[in-house]
């Protein structure tokens, strides 16, 4: 079955304590990109790869870090969590170079609570 | 450069029809239209891309005005399955999408 998978779904932990979200997808897709999404600002781009070892920054990098050495995998690295960082993130993949044709299929999401 | 959506939410009674718009402030190249159940990922709709086009899927159609830069999505004979948040993306070249805040939806019986 083509599908994004995420992991964890739940994730709780402390300020400060480095924690990584794995997004892993099985449909040979060249793009990926990881949003963020906080009730009333809708889906924010954080880091988005155009292929393997091709990474740029989103409309939220901040505080966040990722890395493309697989086509299938894009975890992403929470270096020094903060509680601005509380919210639930989705990961998306699609096919094609010109990603502006192409539907997003996204993961089921990890909802993230840092204390 | 996040496009803006209107309404922000709407409640409908089940077989009323619906019109969700999204507008940006810069050009655009394609925009995508998503539907969100609570809990759930966004699922994928449609795309219209540069020239204008409308497209449908069963009794969803969309339309793409580059002209004025807005997409408008239509419901028709709403059913209660078409609950959810639905969001534009909307992108100005082959990197980017950004979304819209989302529009509630709600279908009553």
């Known amino acids: 079955e083509a599908q994004v998978t995420q992991n964890p779904r739940y994730l709780i932990t402390v300020t400060g304590k480095k924690l990584t979200v794995t997004c892993s997808q099985n449909?040979?897709?060249?793009?990926m990109s990881w949003y963020r999404q906080d009730p009333g600002l809708g889906l924010r781009q954080i880091y988005y790869?155009?292929?393997?070892?091709?990474?740029d920054k989103g409309d939220v990098p901040e505080g966040y870090k990722v890395s493309r050495k697989e086509k299938r995998n894009f975890p992403l690295i929470l270096e020094s969590p903060s509680p601005n960082q509380t919210s639930l993130y989705f990961c998306?993949?699609?096919?094609?170079?010109?990603?502006?044709?192409?539907?997003?299929?996204f993961g089921n999401g990890t909802r993230l609570t840092v204390t | 450069q996040q496009p803006v959506q209107s309404p922000q939410a709407v409640i409908l009674r089940e077989g009323e029809d619906a019109v969700i718009n999204c507008s940006s402030s810069?050009?655009?190249?394609?925009v995508h239209w998503y539907r969100q159940k609570h809990g759930e990922a966004p699922v994928f709709l449609m795309i219209?891309?540069?020239?204008?086009e409308q497209k449908g899927h069963e009794k969803i159609s969309a339309s793409f005005n580059e002209k004025k830069q807005q997409s408008s999505l239509y419901l028709t004979a709403s059913q209660l399955s078409y609950s959810g948040t639905y969001f534009c993306?909307?992108?100005?070249?082959?990197?980017?999408?950004?979304f819209g805040t989302g529009t509630r939806l709600t279908v009553i019986p």
């Open positions: 998306a993949s699609s096919s094609y170079r010109d990603r502006a044709g192409s539907p997003l299929h």
């Open positions: 449909m040979n897709h060249e793009y």
């Open positions: 790869s155009m292929n393997v070892e091709v990474t």
């Open positions: 810069k050009a655009l190249y394609s």
């Open positions: 219209l891309l540069k020239g204008g």
């Open positions: 993306g909307t992108s100005a070249g082959a990197n980017n999408l950004f």
